[in-house]
Every structure is written in C-alpha cells, then in structure tokens.
T-cell receptor, first 115, second 111 residues
Framework: DAGVIQSPRHEVTEMGQEVTLRCKPISGHDYLFWYRQTMMRGLELLIYFNNNVPIDDSGMPEDRFSAKMPNASFSTLKIQPSEPRDSAVYFC?????????????FGPGTRLTVT | QQQVKQSPQSLIVQKGGISIINCAYENTAFDYFPWYQQFPGKGPALLIAIRPDVSEKKEGRFTISFNKSAKQFSLHIMDSQPGDSATYFCAASNSNYQLIWGAGTKLIIKP
C-alpha cells in the first residue's frame, strides 16, 4: 500500500490567498483526521471524519478553515483567506475502525508557509 | 481532564543508555495508550501501544510501563541508539477513535 498521500508537500503563499491541501487516505480506512503541527502548539487535531461524515470539527481554529471529504478516497482542507499565523505542517491521517484498533497512519505532511 | 501531560520536553542520552519518557492523564475513561515516533520531515508513526489491562508491554528495545492507579505511563528505550533520535509523543483515547496527544519529547542519543 502507498500509505496516506498528501499534496502538495510544500506550499508557500501570500497572506490573503486561498490554500487547498489534499489527502488520499489508505484504501479501506474509514476514519480520516486532519492535524496541524507547530513548535508552539504541538500536534493539534483540527477535524475528523468517519465514513466521509465530519464527526468533530471543534479543533478548526476559525471560519477561515473548512474541510470536506466528498468520497472515501479524498479529502481537502481549505484555508481562505490565509494568514501568516497559519504557517505550520498539516498532517492527514487515516485509520480503520473495524479492526478495533486505533492506530492512525500519518501522511508525510504539507509544510505551509504564509508570507 | 482531557489532557495528557508529557515530560521531559527534551532528553539527551548516551548511546547504550536507557531513555525514559513519562506521561500522565486524568480521564479514567481512557483505555488505549499509544506511543508515536516522529523523525524530522515525516509524520508520526505508531511505535507501541498498551491497554490498561496489562502493566507492561515490551517490543524489542521498547517497553511501555503502565500504572493505572497513578494514571501514569512511560516509554523506556533500552540500549538507546543514535537512530532512536526522534520526537516521541504519548497519546490516550477512550475508544471514540480520537487520540489526545502529549506535547512531545525530543530525544537525542549521543554517540
């Protein structure tokens, strides 16, 4: 299996621009998680989906952030408009709830820099 | 009550030594305690995990010790190697498939 795939790996954008991060979970996994990692705040859960349905979005920092999962193979995290404080590494992770295991498989991350 | 407190923030250990990272939690409903390892430029990856029905779990050089009454668990890395240098995260869950993460420990193994 190719693992969790994220794109782009690096994104540099100017303040005010729209940013879209993409994730392809591992085939067969029914849970998908979006995280943000910074030195100051560590690893923060932004939102997670089960069977393409958002379950908990309480970690989404502001209305500027939105996430969608139109099908089991694809999810997006959008920031509009972006701000310098959004600069971070964004990770997507997936897991298979049916096994009873909670192991989350992380993608390589997208490093976002907003100037 | 949802927090997981991890210490130390950073740790330097000589090659061959024992690395110990500690975590504490408050929520007694937590029933799954994993440790993740993250190398620079990579996403975290599951290293080892434990359920509260056992007090210790060992996989190779990595051991989780779990103290249910104290609500604490720790990761021990025996015979630490330079390749173990990474950031380690503890986490906890109450089976709703959401992990509550510790702040991370940056481990450096000196050759």
């Amino acid at each position: 299996d190719a693992g969790v795939i994220q794109s782009p790996r690096h994104e540099v954008t100017e303040m005010g621009q729209e940013v879209t991060l993409r994730c392809k979970p591992i085939s067969g996994h029914d849970y998908l998680f979006w995280y943000r990692q910074t030195m100051m705040r560590g690893l923060e859960l932004l939102i997670y989906f089960n069977n393409n349905v958002p379950i908990d979005d309480s970690g989404m920092p502001e209305d500027r952030f939105s996430a969608k999962m139109p099908n089991a193979s694809f999810s997006t995290l959008k920031i509009q408009p972006s701000e310098p404080r959004d600069s971070a590494v964004y990770f997507c992770a997936s897991s298979f709830g049916g096994s009873g295991r909670l192991e989350q498989y992380f993608g390589p991350g997208t490093r976002l820099t907003v100037t | 009550q949802q927090q997981v407190k991890q210490s130390p923030q950073s740790l330097i250990v000589q090659k061959g030594g024992i690395s110990i990272i500690n975590c504490a939690y408050e929520n007694t409903a937590f029933d799954y305690f994993p440790w993740y390892q993250q190398f620079p430029g990579k996403g975290p990856a599951l290293l080892i995990a434990i359920r509260p029905d056992v007090s210790e779990k060992k996989e190779g050089r990595f051991t989780i010790s779990f103290n249910k009454s104290a609500k604490q668990f720790s990761l021990h890395i025996m015979d630490s190697q330079p390749g173990d240098s990474a950031t380690y995260f503890c986490a906890a869950s109450n089976s709703n498939y959401q992990l509550i993460w510790g702040a991370g420990t940056k481990l450096i193994i000196k050759p």
